[in-house]
């Protein structure tokens, strides 16, 4: 008893620690200025300003930043999963000159970090003329080093009777990867999507240094501006935060399980 | 009996297939890692067309002018990102593995930070730890303790940021070690248990070194989330006070991308580049040795 009081006692303090500063977000939000600048004012919404969020969102071309991610977002993360599994696919089934080869290079992103490369990717981006446009945001993001490797570990690990037996009853090579192997690796599509999903839509250094005119940047660069142009409107700075952060935890929740999962395919191992 | 002998048609379906990501793999990673690598040697702009080679002077001007300190903040923030998000995932991966009931449900908060959007979270720590009102503050002045303005003394700031990372990532260790303590084999730990051992014993005996190569696997990607962490940064405290929290790849961030000179961010950039491979090499051989 003593024990079970402990593991609980100790786990809620930390899950309190996680959700706590978005517990305070929300309280903010709906706070007066004044109330939260003042240090001796109660820590509870005295007079609740649900107005703030409405004000936040007009404040801010929020819906086309909302867009321009969303586009990004859904975009990169299907030609992640895309390429990945027909890479993937055709390094696990087929031989083929160059194999080795091709698969280092396949992988190799995963040797280069965005972190190092921010200033030539910028540099390219801008001999290609892509600065402030949708294929500068996305088609660079598309090749998955992750993804090939993981979608190739899956598909060795599938059944090759499968592919056999439609081969004997005529069916082409495209065929069997369209309707028999493809199908399978659902739920790795899933948990690798949500994951890809999630970190496309929160990535906020490559969006900084591939579009720079309202019309073209994402939620996160947006509130960053909002943040910039509102230093000290408290609450509406945390109102526009939580119109950001709400809609992803939504999301987080929703596909809890999916997420765990994708973490843990994550580790590589 | 993968390979379908005698199958040109098959070849061409290969190709097609490995195409996309082998070819923007190249051009988005492997083209610029050379012009990264060849424009460290050269002086200009970023946008510049006409590059004067300089040999190594980028990198000896990168190391005085600001780099060095941007190594050694880097050093001092992953060292203690890599200690705090492990420790916390470690203990509380042994909590929700206990077999206590229904402890596995409470694991799902611990994945919020990682998927929330940094700059939103970067501007509630930025309230929270604002001076005079931020609620550490307030805490602060209930007990008796005086102000501190965290994000404007250099000391408190690397601390505030380092705490601001530690709690948005450390849910990834808290999976990982998790899902690595319960692949552990339950009938040692069922022996050990019939045999008297307490829950301390059982975790300093038997667990601690089973999960040795999870530790040092955990470690390695954690120390490369630690490197690569820019958006906690740049919101919270924009790299000050007086560079104080300006890592290494803020520091590309800020010489390509502010202060245009290209040819020291290059050759930081060339420094993370190293820096990583080294890393990745290391993990790639842990987990081959696991494989093997």
């Known amino acids: 008893m003593a024990k079970r009081i402990t593991v609980y006692g100790m786990l809620s303090l930390a899950v309190l620690i996680v959700l706590f500063p978005l517990v305070w977000m929300l309280l903010t939000a709906v706070k007066s200025n004044g109330q939260i600048v003042n240090p001796a004012a109660p820590l509870w919404p005295v007079h609740p300003e649900w107005g703030n969020f409405a004000d936040a969102w007009r404040q801010g071309p929020f819906a086309r930043w909302f867009w321009n991610t969303a586009v990004f977002a859904v975009a990169a993360t299907s030609g992640q999963l895309l390429s990945g599994l027909l890479a993937g696919y055709a390094f696990a089934m087929f031989d083929f000159p160059g194999k080795r080869l091709l698969f280092w290079l396949a992988l190799s992103g995963l040797m280069v970090p965005f972190s190092a490369v921010i200033v030539p990717v910028a540099q390219l981006l801008g001999d290609l003329h892509w600065l402030n446009s949708y294929q500068g945001l996305i088609i660079p993001n598309i090749a998955s080093g992750l993804g090939t490797f993981l979608f190739r570990q899956f598909f060795l690990g599938s059944p090759p009777q499968l592919g056999e037996a439609a081969r004997i009853d005529g069916a082409s090579e495209l065929m069997i990867f369209i309707r028999v192997y493809a199908p399978l690796a659902r739920p790795a599509v899933a948990a690798l999507g949500i994951i890809l999903f999630l970190q496309n839509w929160n990535n906020f250094l490559f969006p900084l240094i591939a579009v720079n005119t309202t019309r073209m940047e994402v939620v996160s660069q947006g509130l960053s501006v909002f943040q910039s142009q509102f230093t000290s409107q408290y609450n509406l700075i945390m109102a526009a935060a939580s119109i950001t952060i709400i809609p992803v935890l939504a999301v987080a929740v929703a596909a809890q399980r999916h997420i765990v999962e994708g973490i843990t395919l994550g580790a590589l191992d | ?292």
Not at chain 2, 154 to 168: C, I, K, N
Request: charged content about 10%; aromatic content about 12%.
């Open chain 2, 1 to 292: 009996m993968r390979a379908r002998s005698g199958a040109r048609a098959q070849w061409a379906l290969a190709y097609l297939f490995v195409a996309p990501t082998v070819l923007l793999t190249a051009v988005f990673s492997l083209v610029p890692l050379g012009m990264l690598a060849y424009r460290s040697l050269y002086h200009g702009g970023i946008f510049a067309t006409s590059l004067r080679y300089v040999g190594l002077r980028n990198y000896r001007d990168m190391l005085a002018g600001g780099g060095g300190h941007a190594l050694g903040v880097t050093a001092s923030y992953t060292v203690g990102f890599v200690l705090l998000t492990m420790a916390a995932g470690l203990v509380l991966g042994l909590l929700l593995n206990s077999r206590t009931r229904g402890v596995s449900k409470l694991r799902a908060p611990f994945v919020i930070p990682l998927v929330v959007p940094a700059v939103g979270t970067a501007l509630i720590w930025g309230n929270l730890f604002a001076p005079r009102f931020g609620l550490v503050n307030r805490l602060l002045n209930a007990m008796g303790l005086p102000d501190i303005d965290f994000l404007s003394q250099p000391g408190p700031a690397l601390v505030t940021v380092v705490l601001f990372g530690t709690w948005q990532f450390f849910g990834q260790n808290v999976i990982f070690y998790l899902a690595a303590l319960k692949a552990l084999p339950q009938d040692v730990l069922a022996a050990a248990s019939v045999d008297g051992a307490g829950p301390w014993q059982r975790f300093a005996h038997i667990q601690w070194p089973m999960l040795r190569r999870n530790t040092i696997l955990i470690s390695v990607i954690t120390t490369l989330t630690g490197l690569q962490t820019f958006t906690q940064i740049y919101v919270l405290t924009n790299g000050g006070p007086q560079g104080s929290t300006q890592t290494a790849l803020f520091y590309v961030f800020n010489e390509g991308f502010v202060q245009f000179d290209t040819g020291r961010a290059d050759a930081m950039g060339v420094l993370i580049f190293l820096i990583s491979l080294v890393i990745t090499i290391a993990q790639v051989a842990l987990l081959g040795r696991r494989h093997g």
